[in-house]
Structure formats: structure tokens, C-alpha cells
DNA sequence: GTCTATAACTCGATAGAC
DNA sequence: GTCTATCGAGTTATAGAC
């Protein structure tokens, strides 16, 4: 674990750089001067960028999955699940300097292989179809306590407001602003 | 105004682009095909690319907080002034294909000039002070209605909201899921 | 698996003619 | 103002030695 393997290195590296800067924004140049290894090298584990960038989504969307269902497991009410689904996308943002990494791929995606933009719709339906049931479970759809909306329309506009306190982090690099932008939503889950 | 001269049809065509690809997403060459102007031409009326960049935000923060400041004074109630916002920022999609364009440079904040962060940051300041008089006006801090908390942070939180939710629509290049994600908040303004 | 070397191309930007 | 011509540096990607 304390010594990754190359393949796993330049995932890293590249998952860091594409949420710093987005995909157009790094180059096999700058994985090379991370990891440590020639930039002709990194072709024999990703052929071509668009392959990297398919991997390291794929990944992505694995591992932030995993989390949130080991918070169903781990976390006993759905508020308190839906709480630390806000709190971990405040982690990722990492000093303001981070997106995650669909919305940094997201502006680009003209330029992306189908393969890339086929998980990354996949994942915003997870994450959508996670929230929803969650929000399920609150029943809020029946108008208890101050929501208002069914959980559908509320788990889209949940993962849209994140992803929006995320960028508006971002555009002074200062985590405070996601925090401004989620506090009604916060206020009203620790009310419930 | 039908024959926009070339520094005219430049930004245009830039603003476009970035707004359909981001800021590395396009070159001097894709405005040279564009705008039918030799590239080499383009550095006569932007020496650098940042110039343009700074230009077209500058540009574009102008004539967005200019619609805004007209439906203040053409519409009559704050709330429908708030509903016209989300349908202003929906019309900006353009099929799914285009995001805002502080949305799209945010992203690749890092390697902007100066000069252009700092656009950006006032457009945004500028934008939630908007929101926020208008929420003032509905007098919702005082939970008037079916809304929750201080103007500021539900300004905040709308702003976040509705270039989230141009991410969404972006993600799968569907403007639909703008709405699903503003769903909640429209019917809850229309309830009003 | 990683290296050197390089192909083939695009980028932003400049010089100077007209 | 727009052009041709070009520079130097950057990019992704490939070939072949080790």
C-alpha cells in the first residue's frame, strides 16, 4: 500500500491534475515530472490521454460510490447520511483548489471519448439515485418538516448545489463559499 | 449592428467557444476559421490570449448584470424578477451545449490572468448581491412563506444552484436537467 | 517496463511587407 | 488592419534499444 505501483502512480497524479486544472489543462509532461518516470513511458500503461482519463473517472466514481454506500452502513439516519454526503464533498474540495472531478471534466466535454462521457453520466445517476433514496427515506415527499418537493426533484437540485458550492469555492479558491452556499440546506437537515 | 466589426466578431466568436469548450478548449486558430481572419491578424486587436479572455468576461459580466438591472425595473415583483433569473440562466444553455462563462473559465482558474480572476470574482459578487436584494424584498428572512433562512445564504445558495444545475444539463447535453435540478426552487417562488 | 530519440503536429506569438 | 512567413516551444504518440 505504501509503495504503489506505477499504473496506480500516474492515476493519481493524473486524477490531481485534471481536478486542479481540468483535462486540457495537464500534460503527460507534468505526470512524468510527478511520478517520476518518462512521458514516453506513461503511453505503455494508457496508450492514448483519452484512456487515462476514461481509467481514472471509472475509478473515481468507484471509490466515491463505495463511500456513500458504506455511509448507509455505517451512519444510522438518513439525515445524518445526507449530512456527511455535503461534509465529503467539502473534503474534496481541499483548500478551494479541487473540483470534483466530473464537474472539472464536464466543462470539456466535447473533447472527451464516449467511453469517458459514458461514466460520467453513470455516476451523476448514481449519485442522483443515492440521494433520492435517501431523501426517500426522510419522507419528505409527503411535505414533513420544512421540505418542500419530491425526493426526485430534490436529490437533483441536492447534487447541483453541491457541485455549484463546489465551483464557487473555486473561483476565489476559498472553501468558505462552499460553505455559504450549503448552509440553508445544512440549517434545514439538522433541524429535521 | 448587422456587420459587427472584427474586434466585435472576435469576442463572439471566443465568447463561444469558451463557453462550448473552456478556455484551453480553443485557439487563435478556431476564431481565425470562425471569423474569417488570417490568425496572426488576431493578435493586432488581442496581443495576448489573456487579453481576450479579460476582454470577453468583462464584456460579458456588463451585459449579463445589465439584463438583470432591466428586469429590476420592467418587472414588477421581486418574485417574479427571481423566477425571470432561472429562466435567464437556462436560455444561456442553448441546448445543453453552452454553460455560462464564469462557469467555464472557473475550471481553469489557475492558469488565468490576474486581470481575468478578478472579472470573474466581481461578476459573482455582483450577481449574489442581485439575488440577495431581491430575496430581501420577499422578506424571507423572516420566514415568511415556505423559505428558510437569511437572504444571504439563500442567495448563495441559488447562485450555486443554477450553475450547478447548467452542469447537469452540460453532463449529457440536455437542457431537461436544468429544470429537474430547479424544479424544487421555481414551484416553491411560484407558490409564493 | 522503461529508456532515448524523434516524428508529426499545434500552439501562442512576432517580424515585416503591403 | 490584414497579410505571409516563420520562430520556438509545446503537445500526443510511435519506433526500437535495453
Chains 1, 2 share one sequence.
Request: aromatic share 6%; charged share 25%.
Amino acid at each position: 500500500m505504501t509503495k504503489a505501483d506505477t499504473k496506480t502512480k500516474l492515476m493519481n497524479a493524473a486524477e490531481h491534475q485534471v481536478r486542479q486544472k481540468g483535462a486540457d489543462g495537464f500534460s503527460y509532461s507534468d505526470l512524468s515530472a510527478e511520478v517520476g518516470i518518462r512521458k514516453a513511458s506513461i503511453h505503455y500503461h494508457f496508450p492514448a490521454k483519452s484512456d487515462l482519463l476514461t481509467a481514472i473517472m471509472a475509478r473515481y466514481a468507484k471509490e466515491v460510490l463505495a463511500t456513500l454506500d458504506g455511509y448507509a452502513d455505517q451512519i444510522p439516519t438518513p439525515r445524518e447520511q445526507l449530512i456527511a454526503f455535503i461534509a465529503f464533498y467539502r473534503s474534496a474540495l481541499e483548500e478551494g483548489r479541487k473540483l470534483c472531478l466530473c464537474v472539472a471534466l464536464t466543462v470539456g466535454r466535447d473533447a472527451l471519448a464516449p467511453e469517458t462521457r459514458q461514466e460520467i453520466s453513470r455516476f451523476r445517476d448514481a449519485l442522483q439515485t443515492w440521494l433520492q433514496t435517501r431523501l426517500e427515506q426522510l419522507s419528505c415527499g409527503t411535505r414533513t418538516g420544512n421540505w418542500v418537493g419530491d425526493p426526485q426533484a430534490i436529490g437533483a437540485a441536492t447534487l447541483a448545489l453541491v457541485e455549484g458550492a463546489q465551483l464557487a469555492a473555486r473561483s476565489t479558491a476559498d472553501p468558505a463559499r462552499y460553505d455559504a452556499a450549503t448552509k440553508c440546506i445544512l440549517d434545514r437537515l439538522r433541524q429535521q
